[in-house]
Each structure stands twice: as structure tokens, then as C-alpha cells.
């Protein structure tokens, strides 16, 4: 299964392995809002805007929130805002029930204390008090989204961690997770080689990442 292999690798070696084969997906400022968890999911997309008008809606998340299950990771682009939240304590205990591994957030949260009081990991710019309420909208649930400069859609695959969030586009998952599989055995042998004695000049050597692309017996 996709999703598990992926789970053994770490969000660097999935930057890696898309630095292979040209592709981008590794985001820059958003990182863990409380020390938790690795996740890694499907991405149901959000993207939030300004509220327009003054005409009562649906909270922003909950319809995506609805559509989630236990694969699922939330992604919500807000353009990098950090003066006002899309997530709160509530939709955390709405996604938890849902069986939702997590949120990405290109912007700010709120109640985060309570988040992690749930377990539930949030990752994501900053921290406001500020809430969305009359301020910003859902826009649309599962179409194509900008995230932190990065093209998500729907159904993508993400790792988040302590490192950062990456995204990885659904077609090409298959062949990225299983580079990122020899890039972590590659590393592995690595680090062995050092601690072994053997010169980091040597092993760091270039040709020995080339040997990485090269197709393993």
C-alpha cells in the first residue's frame, strides 16, 4: 500500500526523491503548530478567501471535513495569511471523529492548546487569536489549489513533519516513494560507512548519489 511505504520514509527523503525526477512539492514556512506526529494522508483541498458579503454560510471546513475519512489529510490554502485563523479547536474534534490524520494550513490557526490536548496534528504557519468569522470563506472544497507556491490537487499525496510538508502528485507517487525507498537504503549505508570509518569526503562523494537513479538488481 502507497500510503504505509510512504509512511516509512521522512518528508526530506520525499523532497529527495522529487529533486530526482523533477518534480516540486516541498513547501517552505510550514511546519508543526504543536510537537506532533508525522502525518501522511490523501489531501481533501480547501482554499479560503475573503468574505464578500454579509449573508450567513456554511463554516469554512466542515463540508470538506464531511467528505474526509481515515486517509484523509486536510489542505487549506489561505495564501499565507497569519493575521487571521482557518482552523480551530472544534473543526479539530469534528476531522478527529471523522478519522482525519491532519491539517496542512498555507496560513494561520487558532486554539491550538486544544488541538494538541486532542492529539490532533496541525501544521501551518502561525498562531492568532483572531477567528474567520465574518473575515474569510471557504471558496471551494476538492478542486486544484495553490499551497505555499505548490500546485495540490485533490486526492495528492502529503508528509508532513518536523522537517516540513511535501506534497507528491498522484500520478507520480508510485515511482517517487519507491526512489525515496532507495535514497533511504542509500542513506542508510551512508551514515554505516561513516561510523565505520570510512571518510565522509568519499562517501559523501556525488557519484555516490548518482548511483541512486541507477536501476537497483
Not at 497569519?82 to 491532519?102: K, T, Y
Not at 487558532?110 to 483572531?130: C, H
Not at 505555499?148 to 507520480?172: H, K, M, N, W
Request: aromatic share 4%; glycine share 10%.
Amino acid at each position: 500500500m502507497l500510503l504505509s511505504r510512504l509512511a516509512a520514509l521522512d518528508a526530506c527523503i520525499v523532497s529527495d526523491a522529487l529533486d530526482f525526477v523533477g518534480l516540486s512539492g516541498a513547501t517552505i514556512g510550514i511546519k508543526p503548530l504543536w510537537p506532533c506526529a508525522r502525518i501522511v494522508g490523501r489531501a481533501i483541498t480547501v482554499q479560503a478567501g475573503a468574505k464578500s458579503d454579509s449573508k450567513p454560510t456554511h463554516h469554512m471546513n466542515t463540508t470538506a471535513i464531511a467528505a474526509g475519512g481515515s486517509e484523509s489529510v486536510l489542505v487549506i490554502a489561505n495564501n499565507g495569511r497569519e493575521d487571521v485563523s482557518c482552523w480551530g479547536d472544534i473543526v479539530s474534534n469534528a476531522a478527529l471523529v471523522q478519522g482525519i490524520r491532519g491539517v496542512v494550513i498555507d496560513g494561520a490557526c487558532r486554539d491550538i492548546e486544544a488541538s494538541e490536548e486532542l492529539g490532533f496534528p496541525v501544521f501551518g504557519k502561525a498562531v492568532v487569536p483572531i477567528s474567520a468569522r465574518n473575515r474569510i470563506v471557504q471558496v471551494s472544497s476538492g478542486e486544484p489549489i495553490q499551497f505555499a507556491g505548490v500546485a495540490v490537487r485533490q486526492g495528492d499525496y502529503v508528509i508532513a513533519d518536523q522537517s516540513g510538508t511535501v506534497f507528491v502528485p498522484l500520478e507520480a507517487a508510485e515511482q517517487v516513494i519507491e526512489l525515496g525507498e532507495r535514497i533511504a537504503r542509500k542513506q542508510s549505508a551512508m551514515v554505516a560507512a561513516v561510523r565505520a570509518g570510512r571518510s565522509v569526503v568519499d562517501v559523501m562523494h556525488d557519484s555516490e548519489f548518482d548511483q541512486i537513479m541507477k536501476v537497483q538488481a
